[in-house]
């Protein structure tokens, strides 16, 4: 088990200004301070791998920051299915609801997603493919100014594939 206090202090933060001519431009706007709580847990049963994690934060940039959930869990269970070579993982995430630039609140959302990934199949290769938002949440995560709507729907349920070679 492991818990990970923080507390960071953040300056000169760069945010999207428009003029009064309509010109846009990133600058240094403001500050923020942010503090928290990690708490991971992990285990292992026979070839089972299991991790639970949860996140709470809170911070402050004069108003209400956006895009900032007060909790944040994951439980991830991970097993080989062939050799110790391939293996297969079910992961869930929740994410607490958090507030838009405009102030409004996106709703907290849980995701699954199912991934088979290989390790030592061949020197340097390795493949994952995973099924991720496998029951089809609908959910949407806040905007960063200038986008309109206020928030941004996130992909629904998909398949993907990625074959990596390090060498």
């Known amino acids: ?14 945010g999207l200004t428009v003029s009064n001519t309509g010109i846009r431009q990133f600058q240094n706007q403001g500050n923020a301070d942010a503090h928290g709580l990690e708490t991971l847990l992990t285990g ?9 994690s949860h996140t709470y934060q ?4 004069g108003q209400t920051a956006s895009n900032v959930p007060l909790h944040m869990v994951k439980l991830n269970l ?3 299915i062939w050799r110790n070579v391939v293996f297969a993982s079910v992961e869930v995430q929740h994410v ?8 409004a609140t996106s709703s907290d959302y849980t995701i699954a997603n199912l991934v088979l990934f290989s390790k030592h199949w061949l020197p340097g290769l390795e493949l994952t493919g995973g099924l991720y938002n496998v029951f089809d949440e609908a959910y949407t995560d806040p905007a960063s100014p200038p986008i309109l709507p206020d928030v941004v729907s996130q992909d629904g349920r998909n398949l993907r594939i990625r074959l990596s070679y390090e060498f």
């Open 78 to 80: 991970s097993a080989p």
């Open 1 to 14: 088990m492991r818990f990970s206090p923080y507390y960071n202090r953040l300056s000169d933060l760069i």
């Open 44 to 52: 292992h049963y026979r070839d089972v791998e299991a991790r639970l």
């Open 96 to 103: 607490s609801s958090r507030r838009t630039v405009k102030q």
């Open 58 to 61: 809170q911070m402050s940039a």
